[in-house]
């Protein structure tokens, strides 16, 4: 069983602007991290926040986490063609610790 | 440094066989993940390793085991292979037990005919 949700399930943009994607969780966590994937190959590691944070940056990444809502956002910003990739939120539960993904979000970025 | 390296990238196999998949950790990595990835199910995690120990387990049959050895390797075995295990199949490591950001390796990817 997956732990987060994900929304949008896709989305299309035009390069330049911004993307935003969310996702939701259900149980108690110790961090959430973000991560993307090209054309079902490994998944690269972007961005991880804990439990206790409620922003953090990464160049164009931009990550929110609001634990009374158990949700998070990705926003990348001026979005390229090379964003264009599947996009996964992962919990890291904070009972056993194990990483669960959600379902995933299928970014385009148009030239 | 190296990556996260996963052999064989392609596997072609027949139902009731079974299968090894390697998975060689990033250097000092103690923590090894595996994950089995389908359109259907997307990334359902199998087992997490550190030091030799099976740390957690994911819901799957008792077909799909695991195990790590004293140089942090990692080895996935399925056995009596079906049709439903054709899949993704994805090794992270880690450099501390659960929690950490994970490097991927980029996968055996796994068909059962």
């Known amino acids: 069983s997956q732990q987060g949700e994900e929304d949008p399930q896709a989305l299309s943009i035009q390069e330049g602007e911004n993307a935003t994607m969310n996702c939701s969780y259900k149980?108690?966590?110790?961090?959430l991290q973000w991560y993307r994937q090209n054309s079902g190959r490994g998944l690269v590691h972007l961005i991880l926040i804990r439990s206790n944070e409620r922003e953090k940056h990464s160049g164009r990444l931009r990550v929110t986490l609001d634990t009374s809502k158990k949700s998070s956002s990705l926003l990348i910003t001026a979005s390229r063609a090379a964003d264009t990739a599947s996009y996964f939120c992962?919990?890291?539960?904070?009972?056993?610790?194990?990483?669960?993904f959600g379902a995933g979000t299928t970014v385009t970025v148009r030239a | 440094k190296a990556g996260v390296t996963q052999t064989p990238r392609y596997l072609i196999k027949t139902r009731g066989q079974q299968v090894t998949l390697s998975c060689s950790p990033i250097?000092?990595?103690?923590?090894v993940s595996w994950y089995q990835q389908t359109p259907g199910q997307g990334l359902q995690f199998l087992f997490e390793?550190?030091?030799?120990?099976?740390?957690n387990k994911g819901n799957f049959p008792g077909r799909f085991s695991g195990r790590q050895f004293s140089n942090s390797r990692s080895e996935m075995n399925v056995s009596t292979l079906e049709l439903g295990d054709s899949a993704l199949y994805l090794c992270?490591?880690?450099?501390?037990?659960?929690?950490?950001?994970?490097?991927f390796g980029s996968g055996t990817r796994l068909t059962v005919v």
């Open positions: 250097s000092g990595h103690r923590s």
């Open positions: 149980t108690s966590i110790n961090n």
């Open positions: 390793y550190f030091s030799e120990t099976q740390r």
């Open positions: 992962a919990t890291v539960s904070s009972n056993d610790y194990k990483l669960s």
């Open positions: 992270a490591s880690s450099l501390l037990e659960g929690g950490s950001g994970y490097t």
